[in-house]
């Protein structure tokens, strides 16, 4: 049993950056691929992030490509997003997810075997 403990979320101004972590405990990471989802009042929760346990592209939604990085650390068990040139609109609470041996492209809420509390990251205009 994977436990995932996300941080790193917050107010900040648009135009402004922030860091998520993912702390994973009770198992290693290198054999899931790991994906930050964000869920929005009223939205689907969606991936926004998807990084391969193995070799593969990283994937992004096209929502947050060029200003959203995610990267691993498995020495460590640690996953990252990081955010920059934030808008209102990636207002959202955002979960970090676990898919045992997962594919990055297609990656949706049905395939993630664990899931993290969520973070809200709230951003003003």
């Known amino acids: 049993q994977v436990q995932l403990v996300e941080s790193g979320g917050g107010l900040v101004q648009a135009g402004g950056s922030l860091r998520l972590s993912c702390e994973a405990s009770?198992?290693?990471?290198?054999?899931?691929?790991m994906s930050w989802f964000r869920q929005a009042p009223g939205k689907e929760r969606d991936a926004v992030a998807v990084?391969?346990?193995?070799?593969?592209?990283?994937y992004y939604a096209d929502s947050v490509k060029g200003r959203f990085t995610i990267s691993r650390d498995n020495a460590k068990n640690m996953v990252y997003l990081h955010m920059s040139s934030l808008k209102p609109e990636d207002t959202a609470v955002y979960y970090c997810a676990a898919t045992r041996f997962g594919t990055t492209q297609g990656m949706g809420r049905n395939l993630v075997h664990y899931w993290g509390q969520g973070t809200q990251v709230t951003v003003s205009p």
């Open positions: 990084i391969p346990w193995s070799v593969g592209e990283t």
């Open positions: 009770g198992g290693t990471l290198n054999i899931y691929t």
